[in-house]
């Protein structure tokens, strides 16, 4: 199981950039891939997720970054636009078998690395 996380950047407020995923190892129709991030001092937190049946996006985002998947790429998407400083983190994503839309780091099982963004003028 591998989850490979990339698209992360420098780029200045109001800007837009776009996340993959790509996912090897299991079939990504039967799990859930969430993203995370994390700034420093801060803790990790849920940002969105997806699975077959439903998504979940973070009130702190809702409205600028949108969750995809493509099933024939296994890869999932994070389009973030409209960014902000604070949107400044380390993003991650993460295979979870759970389909509530789990929004808790403990239902994960795998993680990728994460991928830098950063938003400064």
């Known amino acids: 199981v591998q989850l490979q996380a990339s698209g992360g950047g420098l780029v200045q407020p109001g800007e837009s950039l776009r996340l993959s995923c790509e996912v090897s190892g299991f079939n990504l129709n039967l799990y859930t891939i969430g993203w995370f991030r994390q700034a420093p001092g801060r803790e990790r937190e849920a940002v969105s997720c997806v699975s077959s049946f439903d998504t979940f996006v973070a009130d702190s985002v809702k409205g600028r970054f949108t969750i995809s998947r493509d099933s024939v790429k296994d890869t999932v998407y994070l389009q973030m636009n409209s960014l902000k400083p604070e949107d400044t983190a380390l993003y991650y994503c993460?295979?979870?078998?759970?389909?509530?839309?789990?929004?808790?780091?403990?239902?994960?099982?795998?993680w990728g690395q994460g991928t830098l963004v950063t938003v400064s003028s």
């Open positions: 993460a295979r979870s078998p759970a389909n509530f839309q789990p929004t808790a780091a403990k239902w994960y099982d795998y």
